[in-house]
């Protein structure tokens, strides 16, 4: 394992917190609650936390970032998509489908979260 855990940030807790349970739900993942104003989710030993800048200013999506989860079937991605989709999130570049990248496919989906983030489903063909 590369990482232990990645935050993003948000503007509107209960927002993102509809969106992300949705997504992790779907991920087969935990939600853990809320702790010093970030929500906390977990999955196979990762966790993934949101919520607003320690510093006070606000939230900005990162310009050049993606977030990427693994999903272990093309209809978990599908899945993953439609319920991202169904509480906030904004479909973004291709429909989702089928990737050749470096010789290799997947089947790849994407999503700007609530706050503009960018997100990514992917399952290794």
């Known amino acids: 394992?590369?990482?232990?855990?990645v935050v993003i940030?948000?503007?509107d807790l209960p927002r993102a917190k509809a969106f992300y349970d949705a997504l992790f739900n779907v991920l087969g993942g935990q939600a853990l609650g809320e702790l010093m104003g970030k929500l906390?989710?977990?999955k196979d030993g990762q966790m993934?936390?949101?919520?607003?800048?320690?510093d006070g200013q606000p939230a900005t999506a990162a310009n050049?970032?993606?977030l990427g989860f693994?999903?272990?079937s093309v209809e978990a991605v599908e899945a993953w998509y439609r319920a991202g989709v169904e509480h906030g999130g904004t479909a973004i570049e291709d429909?989702?489908?089928?990737?050749?990248?470096?010789?290799?496919?997947?089947?790849?989906?994407?999503?700007?979260d609530p706050d503009g983030n960018?997100?990514?489903a992917r399952h290794d063909m």
């Open 9 to 11: 940030g948000t503007n």
């Open 95 to 112: 429909a989702p489908g089928v990737r050749t990248i470096g010789g290799r496919k997947y089947f790849m989906a994407y999503l700007r």
């Open 70 to 72: 693994a999903l272990s």
């Open 48 to 54: 993934f936390m949101v919520g607003r800048p320690i």
């Open 118 to 120: 960018k997100l990514c």
């Open 1 to 5: 394992m590369l990482y232990t855990h």
């Open 64 to 66: 050049g970032f993606t």
């Open 40 to 42: 906390l989710y977990e």
